[in-house]
């Protein structure tokens, strides 16, 4: 596995992370068989929030990861409720179309980042994102002041921001943040790659997400998935200069160590 810093963090990444949202809290096992497998490769990046089943997610990876915190870097987000009420009205936001931008305010980010730390069982987080957070500056200008503040405190290493979408970041690059989550793919690479000098000007680390939306979404059409398909997914977003790692989702330890060492050929 190859390893790069994150941005200007001291935070020595994975090129490959493992997106954990889609982990069935109820079936410990098989996330146990999932997450060893990927430690076992050297995946040392894991991707998880608040809000994923409730903060049940959270509580899985805890459970978990406990053992090994040590060696592994962990990042956690944080903007949408964590209740099932607040999920609950974010998905009818969403499927009435509705904007579905978090809009948390600094008490709400204390109160949910005590929820996390105690979930996860650590007494810090290493990269703590906001999660999908409208774009204005006064929402960034309240978020870095208290991402500061808790970084003094010792409750939070870096902050980043994960982005519903490629817009809303080519948007927020005026904003003070280490690093951004976004999702990249072959769907929207020619843009980014268009606005790729400025991002590496500006030195933040990124993290690319859900690399194969667009690929699966193709070959689903045609009624057929070419073997290869995975592979040439992450190949396509890991070969741009200024990302750092690709974090997926799989709940298959065959689909993880072909897509490891693929990216390793
Ligand atoms: N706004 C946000 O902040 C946001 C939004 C969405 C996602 N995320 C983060 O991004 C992570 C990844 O997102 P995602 O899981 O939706 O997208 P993804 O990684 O692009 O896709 C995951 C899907 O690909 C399949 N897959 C992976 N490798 C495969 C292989 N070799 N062969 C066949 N199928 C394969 C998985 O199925 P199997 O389980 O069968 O392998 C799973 O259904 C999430 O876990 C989360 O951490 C963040």
């Given at each position: 596995?190859?390893?790069?810093r994150?941005g200007?963090?001291?935070l020595?990444i994975?090129?490959?992370?493992l997106?954990c949202s889609?982990m069935n809290?109820f079936?410990r096992?098989k ?8 430690l076992?490769l ?11 089943q ?7 990876l805890?459970?978990?990861l406990h ?5 592994i870097?962990?990042s956690?987000?944080l ?9 609950a009205?974010?998905?009818i936001l969403n499927m ?6 978090a809009r948390?305010?600094?008490?709400f ?7 996390s ?6 007494d810090h ?5 906001i999660?999908n ?11 870095a002041?208290?991402m500061?503040s808790?970084?003094?405190?010792g409750?939070?290493r ?7 979408d490629l817009g ?11 690093c951004?989550?976004?999702?990249l793919n072959?769907?929207?690479s ?5 606005q790729?000098y400025?991002?590496k000007?500006?030195e933040i680390?990124?993290?690319a997400?859900?690399p ?8 689903t059409?045609c009624?057929?998935?070419a073997?290869?398909i995975?592979r ?11 990302v750092?790692?690709v974090?997926?989702g ?10 490891v060492?693929?990216v390793?050929?």
């Amino acid at each position: 596995m190859k390893y790069r810093r994150l941005g200007k963090t001291d935070l020595l990444i994975s090129r490959i992370g493992l997106g954990c949202s889609n982990m069935n809290p109820f079936e410990r096992t098989k996330s146990e068989e999932v997450i060893k497998c990927a430690l076992d490769l050297g995946i040392n990046f894991f991707d998880t929030a608040n809000s994923y089943q409730a903060g049940l997610n959270e509580k899985l990876l805890g459970r978990i990861l406990h053992p090994h915190w040590e060696k592994i870097i962990i990042s956690t987000k944080l903007g949408y409720a964590s209740s099932l009420a607040g999920k609950a009205m974010n998905r009818i936001l969403n499927m009435c179309g509705k904007d579905n931008h978090a809009r948390p305010d600094s008490a709400f980010i204390i109160r949910e980042l005590e929820r996390s730390l105690r979930h996860l069982k650590v007494d810090h987080i290493d990269l703590l994102q906001i999660h999908n957070p409208i774009v204005t500056k006064e929402m960034f200008d309240e978020m870095a002041d208290l991402m500061e503040s808790l970084i003094r405190q010792g409750k939070v290493r870096y902050y980043g921001v994960s982005f519903l979408d490629l817009g809303d970041f080519l948007l927020s690059l005026p904003f003070k943040y280490f690093c951004a989550q976004i999702p990249l793919n072959s769907g929207n690479s020619s843009e980014y790659l268009k606005q790729e000098y400025g991002v590496k000007r500006k030195e933040i680390g990124i993290i690319a997400r859900q690399p194969f939306v667009t690929l699966r979404k193709e070959a689903t059409q045609c009624g057929n998935v070419a073997p290869d398909i995975y592979r040439r997914a992450l190949k396509e977003v890991l070969v741009m200069d200024s990302v750092d790692s690709v974090i997926m989702g799989t709940s298959n330890t065959n689909h993880l160590k072909a897509n490891v060492q693929s990216v390793e050929a």
